[in-house]
């Protein structure tokens, strides 16, 4: 007999979750125990596992769709079994709530699977349930909508079961879309450096003769509602799709270098930049890794003087650089550090407007207020260098900043909550965030049981999770989840600085650089010690002055004694 498989809480917090992937597609045998599903929570990516035998006869939603708790996810039975009857009783955010409708969707889907020819009907046209619909998902905790970073097949290539199909470009890092069937990519949803909303249509993979317009106009019409003016034929859209983006055309230039052959390594954001400003990559300089071409790199890049000879036919220029809102003729050649007439405009990263989403409310809605302290570094500056004489791995003064600040936390466990509005969450395990800087902006790895790790096993995850985070390559599960978060700017000779709450914590420790400084003994005389300063930021709703006070003090205690770390 069939039964129905619901949204599963995942977590103390969660209310909703998002489908990152189905390890099990509809008509799949699955057996107690298989791996259904990865779920992502408002605290991780998690795996669900079937615990039951049985055919997988329904999907609640696709990939990257979302579910309330208690939501029809699945329905597991016998093959053919008839589940109209549970699909009637099930009322998903996302399905109808009229049988009549569920029923016609059903028909709809599987005269799609036929290629038989769909009647004219009133009911919406749900792509969400049409298995040869690939929509946009939604990679992480925070996405609203993904970039194309580029296409890996094209339209009319034959695709199978766990090809990567896109590169996707989300507000945290850039990740491998791969497809979950075979087929033929019939449509694209965007060119390479577009947006797509979360659940907007991204492509269609079906057989070579499956047609494609209906889908397409629904899509166009407002996801899934049918539009009553005439389709375009699929002639139309192939056409549409085969004509070449048209980027504005650079002006000629007279003995320009080519420091680029090949393969041309660039971030989707600075491939819109250079199509907007006209300029060609292959005399662009990269400055990322592996000479990876970033946004700073073409908005610093100032081409070799036009010859009055070779600028005269570019007039189909004028046209494009009409559009701009500040003509590249009138704005002084960039310069770091300098001052010219005029300004550029620059459209935000998808990272940049999550964090001045997020930071933003995090200032204004929670009262910030700040603990400062001094430790003295002498002790630790002298226990590093003989630990990296012995560890697998370097230790670095952050390494050590981690691990002190974890055992802290184990000591201080109202330190390590979150306010949830009508009560105070704290949590059992410790999960450090450090912030990292890249190019689009700040983003926070994660950390995880900081305090029951060695500081050469903090070292490792560190170092790995510190690359991943400047490649874009982190994994949901790898920057969410924090308890508490770091922020060093010691490296950077900042002597102090406060910083701002990272939700959903309730505190956030601001580091200062090392540096020396001389100070009365207390014999009478003078010396020179290093100290390092530390501004606790700590949100006044969960965390108390005295509670952040202590809080620092045994902070303190394990850096200036650092043996104490190790027992």
Not at 248 to 272: D, M, W, Y
Not at 343 to 353: A, E, G, K, L
Request: glycine share 8%.
């Amino acid at each position: 007999m069939a039964e129905v498989i619901k949204m599963p809480r995942l977590s103390d917090t969660m209310t909703e979750g998002v489908i990152a992937s189905w390890n099990k597609q509809v008509g799949d045998s699955v057996k107690k125990g298989d791996l259904l599903a990865e779920v992502e929570t408002d605290k991780a990516t998690m795996e669900l596992d079937s615990y039951k035998d049985g055919v997988l006869l329904h999907q609640g939603v696709q990939a990257g769709g979302k579910l309330q708790v208690d939501d029809l996810l699945a329905i597991l039975g016998e093959k053919g079994e008839d589940i109209s009857s549970l699909l009637a009783g099930e009322t998903n955010g996302n399905t109808s709530n009229d049988k009549e409708a569920d029923t016609t969707d059903t028909k709809e889907v599987a005269s799609v699977e036929t290629n038989e020819p769909k009647k004219e009907k009133k009911a919406s046209l749900d792509l969400s349930k049409m298995d040869e619909v690939v929509l946009m998902p939604r990679l992480s905790d925070t996405m609203t909508e993904g970039v194309i970073a580029s296409w890996q097949k094209n339209t009319g290539d034959k695709v199978s079961k766990g090809d990567v199909l896109a590169e996707i470009e989300t507000d945290k890092a850039t990740m491998e879309l791969e497809s979950y069937k075979d087929g033929f990519l019939l449509f694209q949803g965007a060119v390479a450096g577009e947006k797509i909303q979360v659940n907007d249509l991204l492509a269609i993979i079906a057989a070579k003769d499956f047609a494609i317009d209906e889908i397409v106009a629904a899509a166009k019409s407002g996801g899934g509602q049918q539009n009553e003016s005439a389709p375009e034929t699929e002639t139309e859209i192939k056409e549409k799709q085969s004509e070449p983006s048209k980027p504005v055309p650079s002006a000629p230039v007279t003995e320009q270098e080519v420091v680029n052959t090949g393969r041309i390594f660039a971030s989707p954001l600075a491939k819109k930049l250079a199509e907007e400003k006209g300029i060609e990559l292959k005399y662009v300089k990269g400055s990322g890794d592996n000479g990876r071409i970033v946004k700073t790199d073409i908005e610093q890049y100032i081409p070799v003087e036009v010859s009055a000879k070779a600028a005269q036919p570019a007039k189909e220029v004028a046209p494009v650089i009409k559009k701009e809102e500040a003509p590249a003729v009138k704005v002084a050649p960039f310069v770091p550090g300098g001052v010219g007439e005029g300004s550029v405009d620059h459209s935000n990263s998808q990272m940049r407007n999550i964090i001045a989403k997020r930071l933003g409310e995090s200032k204004f809605s929670a009262p910030h207020f700040y603990l400062k302290m001094e430790v003295v570094m002498d002790n630790a500056m002298a226990a590093r260098v003989q630990m990296n004489e012995i560890s697998p791995v370097k230790i670095s003064f952050n390494d050590m900043m981690i691990k002190a600040s974890a055992m802290a936390l184990r000591k201080h466990p109202a330190v390590n909550s979150s306010w949830m509005g009508d009560f105070i969450r704290t949590y059992d395990h410790v999960h450090i965030g450090m912030a990292v800087a890249i190019p689009d902006g700040l983003i926070v790895p994660v950390i995880r049981f900081a305090d029951q790790k060695t500081l050469s096993q903090i070292s490792a995850d560190a170092k790995e999770l510190g690359g991943k985070a400047k490649s874009k390559k982190l994994q949901p599960n790898e920057f969410s989840g924090n308890t508490f978060t770091i922020s060093n700017l010691g490296m950077m000779d900042i002597d102090e600085f406060t910083a701002i709450i990272n939700p959903p914590d309730s505190c956030i420790l601001a580091v200062g650089k090392i540096k020396e400084e001389v100070y009365r003994t207390t014999k009478g005389d003078f010396d020179v010690r290093n100290i390092m300063k530390l501004t606790l930021s700590c949100d006044h709703r969960s965390v108390d002055g005295a509670v952040g006070a202590s809080f620092l003090q045994t902070l303190k205690a394990y850096l200036e004694n650092p043996v104490t770390m190790l027992v």
